[in-house]
């Protein structure tokens, strides 16, 4: 009863090497609620699902096998702060516990240095542990600082609810989970038409053409100034992040139009209404800040910090 | 846009068939389910703003039509949102078709250099993203981390795992990865 759940800490890439506000907010947050979040020695990149899922779905399927059996070894599930791991790992486990033949290919290339998947661990998103886990009831109860007044526009990202019949998360059409998660800190949602449209970023199209993949982020921001603008963007993954964060900067050279969005992942949102400051976990530290020698709009976000850099 | 007396009819009794069965295989088992609704391009937001048409892009493959579809550049407009695999009637799964018939053209060697050089840095590095600068081990400090998280980039028995796996599969040689770093340089500048 009183065991504290632990799961192991997938990083991936863009949290630990771009955005690393959102692992340390993490850890202020799950730690709050009594989780722990283990390191996950030895992990890799998860891998990228646009663009191995794209090149070669055994060695796509290997590289997150090897990644799995690390939590296999260990005895945990693991969690994951951002929807392309969460993409390449759990479908990865749920191919490979489903398909045998790619499972064969897998643990062939597994063999090579020693690991065999066995398909006993589980992939978790954080909204599945701040969700399932923690419960509302908790979250609620740790927020100390709510966002009042504050107007929150979401962007909940495609790949820790779709594909809805075989993730069986939320409903894809008319989700509910990130926005409760969300309006736990007191903010107040805005609804825009293209709330559920992807970023552009995904499906390796930000690599292969970074204009197209922006022109999908600037429908999103024209969305939401229709539907009467927004003080922060909300989202669960870091690369929807920073498609919606450095995005900004990208399309204001590159169409010469500027968008001056604050964009937070549920992470830093949640560490901040449970009365963390925004210098604990570096909120300022976001590319966009960087770029554009800018800070978070403080008065607007209501946190009333002192602006240090 | 092409005017149809351009090209010559697909006859449909000489259909290649091993291009199906290589999309079944490869992750899009359903492909031939599809009959031609139009609901995946209708929810596409690549398709609203590119040349990119997931519904032709199917019937093409099922036409047999494999060079046209596989070296089509719009094949990578595709941000797997997987929109339309929520909203196929017929469980198509046009996302998985998609990703499948990609892996047929980066087999046949119809791939992006940016893609190869992604995939590239996760067997240098064991990261797409990797924490290649000061700037990036600095930022971690102002979010009161360490320097080096403890995955790939403070561990390089990571990448030489995964650079042992895909010399193994023949992962190295499809994205033209030599372990020896002068030529993969040399070639990007
Ligand atoms: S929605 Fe499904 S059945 Fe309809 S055209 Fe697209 S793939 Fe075919
Ligand atoms: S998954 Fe690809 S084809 Fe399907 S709706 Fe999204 S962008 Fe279009």
Redesign the interface.
Known sequence: MSKRPAYYHFLGCIIPHRYPSIEKAAKLVFNDLGIDLLDMVGASCCPAPGVFGSFDRVMWATIAARNLTIAEQGGHPLTTGCNGCFASLWDANHELKEDEELRAAVNRNLAEIGREFKGTTEVTHYIDVLYGVAGMQKLKEHVTHPFTGVRMALHPGCHWMRPALVKKKDNSERPHIFREICEATGAKYVHYKDELMCCGAGGAVRTADVKIALEFTKQKFDSILAAGGADVIVTPCPFCLLQLDMGQVEIQKIFGVEYKFDVMHVAELLALAFGHQPEEFGLASHLQYAQRKTEPNWQRLKLRAKATA | MTVAEEKPPVDVDTVDLDFIQMIKK??GPNIQSCYQCGTCSGSC??GA??NYLVRGIIRKALLGLKKEVISAPEL????????C??RCPQ?V?P?DVI??I??VA??EGY??K??QD??KK?LEA??????DKDT?SA??Q????EPL?????S?P???E??R??????G?DK??GYSDTPPPAEKKEK
């Open positions: 490869t992750g937001p690549a703003r590119t990578w407009y595709c941000t797997t949102c997987y929109m695999t929520d469980d799964k996302t990703k499948a990609r892996n980066v087999e791939m992006l940016p893609h992604v995939a996760v064991g990261h797409a993203v990797p924490l990036w930022l971690r102002k979010s009161g981390l998280p403890p995955n790939g980039s561990n028995k990571v990448a795992e995964i042992k796996m895909a010399k193994k599969s992962f499809l994205i």
